[in-house]
């Protein structure tokens, strides 16, 4: 028939056209029939009788009965086909064309889509990243700001409390030096004498100034030290008590000194040490009462020192009590000047020594600081040291020092006492002083040019040389005390040294 | 021959792709391309054929193709570790995966646990110990655990 030609015509035409292939299953899904074209798809071994599953993959799992849809299955030649699963009264077909346009075309829309996609949750992710470190930055600003504030507030500080007794280093000099120069000498010896001390007691403070800021610098690294040795404790107290007393009287405060005991009273302590926190907690107390007055008490008993220092001032509420010991607390937040480290750098020193510091306050009463520190009593009281053993007198002693002043201060200061010394100005020199002349003590720098006093101290140790050396450094690191030592030195003195800690020392040397 | 229909189901871009090829193939691309529909890959676990669907991600052109899911022994639940929201689209993804075939054995990848980034937290995981569902922490990438995420669906099949 005609019009059967016309149809299969058409038909075939369309099979071509949509590159369709089929196979059809019975019920037990085994093959009944296939097309050739089966194998342009990657189909293979799809012929009668063969389970539908074992060559056709996406069979597995199906049944005879379900229509089924599967669009854009990727086939095993690659490309993507159609899979339709039409089920009949007795067996299944499934019809497979080709889809690679509309796949070619679903794959360029899906990539960009998701891509995007991708990017978006990516900015998202970004944008929150970047507020949260712009929430970091501004706390970390308005941080920088209040380190910056607190930074001014104690620089100011610093140079108010170093202008007091700066003040009256120059002054009192002034006055002996014009003493000294005008021909008609009015003032007396005695006047002399008193000025120098004062320029001394305030040279003092000033040391105990610059040592609250050096400390400050180690109190997290564990570096503060304390050396007890036999001191006077009274003359500590009535130092202190010449040195604060024009602070007092200039606010027009009482400032009274109770001591129980007399002078020389010798113990074991830190005297530096103890005179810094005794200038810090009286320099606190005179600076926050404006009436009324201060008072130190010390009391010596069972080779135990009791302290306490109390004023009439305004009292620490409760709440500040709590963050008075954080450094830089008061500088920053009461308007009084200072540094704001003493009382930080008091209390780790107590500490130290073996005792507590402990505050008390009553609000618009008064503040009461004690504490009690180990300080055993030595029987003998030492002997006057300018009184040197007259055995030593010939002492010949090498001096190592590049720094002329001090140099002068301290050859002069020998000499008046009867030492006979050398000075070289560098540790070269020194080495090859103790190499051409027999020294009985040699007092160093640290910091010399050519060669380090720790260099000479090595070729020394080297050559077996065994002239006793003291270091004179002015490093309070203990790193470097500790290192100065294990290269044999024999003492170790911080600067500015005294002269009486000098002679006493070399004493100590020349015995042996 | 015994054999298994596994399917990969998640999110797009989660590494379905990559699990499928490192398990099955062995190797790892960085480079990502958009699975179109489903492809379909075989591999042995011992004496088991398994039949992998890797179907296309959920995305926002359109939801998971059920059909495909159509007699599937297991499911694969794909997230990525370092995109939260695909941990959360996991339960609707599970809907539909319930609703076509019902509750199959299951087994979760939290995918890309080599990289930096990782945000999963035990609250975000909770909901798959509550559907007792063995969950993995997988690298495609690297490999870890692709094994045994596999190896654990064919024994939870049984
Ligand atoms: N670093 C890393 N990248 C992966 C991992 N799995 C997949 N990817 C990447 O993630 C992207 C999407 O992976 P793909 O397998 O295509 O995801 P699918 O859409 O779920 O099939 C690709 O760029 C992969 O290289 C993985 O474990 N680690
Ligand atoms: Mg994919």
Redesign the interface.
């Known amino acids: 028939m005609v019009e059967t030609n016309l149809q299969q015509h058409i038909n075939q035409q369309l099979f071509e056209k949509l590159e369709l292939a089929y196979f059809c299953v019975d019920q037990s899904m085994r093959v009944i029939d296939a097309s050739e074209n089966l194998e342009s798809y990657g189909y293979t071994g799809v012929i009668t009788g063969a389970n539908a ?1 074992d060559c056709v ?2 069979m ?4 005879a009965h ?1 229509e ?7 086939s095993p030649s690659g490309k ?1 086909v159609s899979v339709s699963l039409l089920p009949g009264s007795t067996f299944l077909t499934v019809l497979i064309s080709n889809a690679s346009v509309q ?1 070619d075309q ?2 360029l ?3 960009k ?3 995007n ?2 990017l978006v ?1 990516q900015q998202i992710i970004l944008m929150k990243q970047l507020e949260t470190a712009s929430e970091m930055l501004e706390q970390k600003n308005v941080q920088l700001e209040e380190a910056s504030r607190l930074q001014t507030s104690f620089l100011s500080g610093v140079s108010h409390e170093f202008r007091t007794p700066l003040t009256s280093i120059m002054g009192y000099t002034n006055l002996v030096k014009q003493a000294l120069e005008s021909a008609s000498d009015e003032s007396s010896e005695n006047d002399k004498v008193q000025h120098l001390r004062a320029v001394q007691r305030s040279s003092k403070h000033l040391l105990s100034l610059v040592e609250n800021l050096l400390d400050h610098g180690k109190l997290d690294s564990d570096e503060i030290v304390v050396r007890p040795k036999a001191t006077d404790l009274a003359e500590i107290f009535n130092d202190v008590k010449l040195l604060l007393k024009p602070l007092s009287d200039a606010k027009h405060i009482d400032f009274f000194v109770e001591l129980d005991f007399e002078q020389p009273m010798m113990v074991v302590t830190d005297d530096s040490r103890l005179r810094q926190c005794l200038i810090n907690l009286l320099g606190n107390a005179i600076k926050f009462t404006d009436s009324g007055s201060v008072r130190l008490t010390a009391v010596l008993s069972n080779d135990f020192l009791k302290v306490e220092v109390s004023d009439t001032g305004p009292g620490i509420s409760e709440e500040n009590l709590a963050k008075i010991k954080l450094p830089f607390w008061q500088a920053a937040d009461t308007g009084k000047t200072g540094t704001g480290l003493g009382l930080t750098i008091t209390e780790r020193i107590i500490e130290l020594m073996g005792g507590e510091l402990e505050i008390s306050s009553v609000l618009s009463s008064g503040t009461q600081v004690n504490f009690e520190i180990p300080a055993p009593q030595l029987n003998a009281t030492l002997e006057p040291i300018a009184a040197v053993a007259p055995s030593f007198k010939q002492a010949k002693i090498l001096l190592a020092e590049d720094d002329y002043d001090i140099a002068d201060l301290i050859v002069m200061m020998l000499s008046e006492r009867g030492y006979q010394v050398s000075h070289v100005d560098n540790g070269e020199l020194a080495l090859n002083a103790l190499e051409s002349q027999e020294f009985d003590f040699v007092l160093m720098d640290i910091h010399m040019p050519i060669m380090t006093g720790y260099d000479v101290l090595a070729e020394l140790q080297a050559k077996g040389n065994t002239t006793p050396v003291a270091i004179m450094s002015a490093s309070t690191v203990e790193s470097d005390r500790a290192k100065a030592e294990q290269l044999g030195c024999f003492d170790y003195l911080i600067k500015p040294v005294e002269i009486d800690d000098v002679i006493r020392v070399m004493n100590l040397a020349l015995e042996q | 021959m015994l054999k298994k229909k596994i399917c990969m189901v998640g999110d797009f871009s989660v590494g379905k792709t990559s699990l499928t090829q490192k398990f099955v193939n062995n190797v790892f691309s960085e480079k990502y391309l958009t699975t179109i529909g489903v492809k379909i890959d075989t591999a042995f676990i011992n004496d088991t054929k398994l039949i992998v669907w890797d179907v296309a991600g959920r995305d926002s052109l359109s939801p998971i193709n059920a059909s495909y899911l159509v007699g599937a022994n297991g499911i694969v639940l794909v997230c990525d570790g370092t995109r939260q929201s695909t941990v959360r689209d996991i339960k609707d993804i599970w809907q539909v995966v319930k609703e076509r075939i019902g509750e199959v054995p299951t087994v979760v990848a939290l995918n890309k646990a080599d990289l930096e980034d990782w945000h999963i937290d035990a609250e975000q995981t909770a909901y798959f110990e509550e559907q007792g569902w063995q969950t993995f922490e997988t690298s495609a990438k690297e490999g870890q655990n692709v094994k045994a995420l596999f190896e654990a669906l064919v024994s939870e099949i049984g």
């Not at chain 1, 089924?68 to 990727?74: F, R």
């Open positions: 599953d993959d996406f597995f799992g199906l049944d379900t089924l849809d599967l669009p854009l299955v990727e993507k796949a679903r794959q829309l899906q990539q889509a998701n891509e996609e991708l949750e």
